[in-house]
C-alpha cells in the first residue's frame, strides 16, 4: 500500500490492517537483524559527526555539500561504518544486488525507498524513480555514508569482484 493510500483511507476514517510493529512493509527491522552489528560508542569515536548523523539517525546532509557530489574518479564507494561496497552519490544501478536493502520509508508524511547498508543497517540515501536510462532509477547516496577507493588501487583490486556500487566512466558520470 502506498504512502498516498494509507493517508487517504486514514483521512476518510476507513479501518487501516497494519503490521505489529505499526508501520506497512519493510520498515520493521530492527539493528539486531544486520549481520554485522556496532556498539554506539564505537560508532561515535570511529565516524564524524556528520557521518553518525546520516547513517545512524537516518539524516540527510544539505544539497551540494557531500564530499563526493563532484567527484569523476572512477572507483568504488563503501559504506562507511563496515565498509561494504555501496554506489556512489547519485546512481543509477548497483553491481550487487544484495549489498544494499531497499524499505519504505513514510517519514515526512510521504513515501520514499530508503537505501541501507545490507551488512550493518547504515542508513545510505533513497531511491527514486525519476533517473537517467537504462534503469530509470535514482539511488541518492549521501557522501556522509560512503568511503571512496578509486580503481586499481590495492584495496580496489582485492575487493572488486563483490561490489554493489561503481561510478561509470565520466562520460555516463556527467549524464547525471
Known amino acids: 500500500m502506498s504512502g498516498f493510500n494509507l493517508l487517504h483511507l486514514v483521512s476518510q476514517g476507513q479501518p487501516v490492517k497494519l503490521k505489529a510493529c505499526g508501520l506497512p512493509s519493510g520498515t520493521c527491522r530492527s539493528k539486531k537483524t544486520w549481520p554485522k552489528t556496532f556498539p554506539e560508542e564505537e560508532l561515535r ?3 564524524s559527526p556528520m557521518q553518525y548523523h546520516v547513517t545512524q539517525q537516518k539524516g540527510t546532509e544539505s544539497a551540494f555539500t557531500g564530499k563526493y557530489t563532484d567527484n569523476k574518479e572512477e572507483g568504488t564507494y563503501h559504506c562507511v561504518c563496515c565498509t561494504a561496497f555501496t554506489g556512489w552519490p547519485s546512481f543509477f544501478d548497483l553491481i550487487n544486488k544484495d549489498s544494499v536493502t531497499l524499505t519504505d520509508d513514510f ?3 510521504m513515501h520514499r525507498v530508503e537505501t541501507t547498508c545490507s ?3 547504515a542508513h545510505l540515501g533513497h531511491l527514486f524513480d525519476d533517473g537517467p536510462r537504462p534503469t530509470k532509477k535514482r539511488y541518492c547516496i549521501n557522501s556522509a555514508s ?3 577507493r578509486a580503481k586499481n588501487s590495492p584495496s580496489e583490486e582485492v575487493e572488486a569482484s563483490g561490489g554493489a556500487g561503481q561510478s561509470p566512466p565520466s562520460s555516463k558520470n556527467e549524464e547525471l
Open 45 to 47: 569515536k570511529q565516524l
Open 107 to 109: 517519514s515526512y508524511g
Open 119 to 121: 551488512q550493518c543497517g
Open 146 to 148: 560512503l568511503n571512496f
